[in-house]
């Protein structure tokens, strides 16, 4: 396991965790975030069509994607002393009760600037048929104290 | 979760305060509201989306890390986004779409920080007959220290 800013490598996997949607944990954070918009919680409304899009029943919150991504980055980032510093994503595909996601990050570059260390981070989340529903960037800091 | 049982759920009533895309002015601030963050909003965040890092639960683990105690979650702000703005805010027009987002992290919000927001449509803009807002928003703790700063695009409804 690479542990230290040198160590690491562009093309290092950052593997993240396993995310089981239902109805149930879409409703929890709902609950969570105070976002009770009804896309994600009344499945009459779904059924109807925004602009020339049809989901055809609730869908999961984006920003739950959004959650993951930013776990699987604090998890991978506290215990090597660095720091979770910026998350950029967009939505590929929607999310739905019965599917199971999972975030990955890629090392996509490493940055030293004045005074700090940075690594760049390339994000997506999959389904379970292999589908990315997001893709995103991010940035992780190594700060110098941090160095091993 | 004396916060939560007021927050109105029902996103239905009001929907006719809220500005759609005609109204939203770019450049106008919006309306928010200063929230107090507590340990458990943390903990049912951290809940819903499988968070377990001892940094939010555990005190005394919390106490030896570089943040010297507890922390929430840098992405707590999908949180604050609701609970710092008001019912009619357009952010909580049914069939609001979110078109992507980008944060950038200062300094963990903690248990206990009072939370003030700022926030305005930057932009907007018609893509392929979809009614686009650009929003800006800068969260705040009461020191006014930025703890994180966001732009994020949403698709309004018709």
């Known amino acids: 396991m690479t542990t230290t800013f040198e160590d690491l490598n562009a093309g290092d996997a950052i593997d993240g965790p396993t995310f089981a949607v239902s109805r149930e944990s879409i409703r929890l954070f709902c609950d969570a975030s105070l976002d009770y918009n009804p896309l994600h919680l009344d499945d009459d409304y779904m059924k109807g069509s925004f602009g020339k899009t049809n989901f055809g029943g609730i869908i999961m919150h984006g920003m739950n994607n959004f959650g993951l991504i930013s776990r699987m980055l604090t998890d991978w980032a506290y215990p090597r002393g660095a720091i979770h510093r910026r998350l950029e994503t967009r939505w590929v595909k929607p999310v739905r009760p019965g599917d199971t996601i999972r975030p990955l990050g890629i090392v996509k570059s490493k940055q030293v600037t004045k005074n700090s260390r940075w690594v760049l981070i390339d994000v997506l989340v999959r389904n379970q048929n292999d589908e990315k529903v997001a893709t995103g960037e991010a940035m992780v800091e190594f700060p110098l104290d941090a160095a091993a | ?158």
């Not at chain 2, 078109?99 to 963990?108: F, K, L, V």
């Open chain 2, 1 to 158: 979760m004396a916060q939560a049982e007021a927050f109105e759920t029902d996103f239905w009533k009001d929907a006719n305060l809220r500005k759609v895309w005609d109204d939203i002015v770019p450049g106008e601030p919006r309306k928010t509201i200063p929230y107090t963050l507590t340990r458990d909003a943390i903990e049912l965040y951290c809940k819903s989306v499988g968070e377990t890092h001892p940094i939010y639960f555990d005190e005394a683990y919390a106490k030896t890390t570089r943040y010297g105690g507890l922390i929430a979650p840098p992405s707590i702000h999908i949180l604050l986004m609701f609970s710092c703005t008001p019912a009619d805010d357009w952010m909580r027009s049914p069939g609001t779409v979110n078109a992507g987002q980008s944060w950038s992290y200062n300094i963990p919000a903690r248990p206990g920080d009072v939370i003030t927001l700022q926030a305005r449509a930057l932009d907007k803009f018609i893509k392929r007959e979809r009614l686009f807002v650009v929003h800006d928003n800068v969260f705040f703790n009461q020191h006014g220290e930025v703890i994180c700063s966001g732009r994020g695009q949403t698709i309004r409804p018709e």
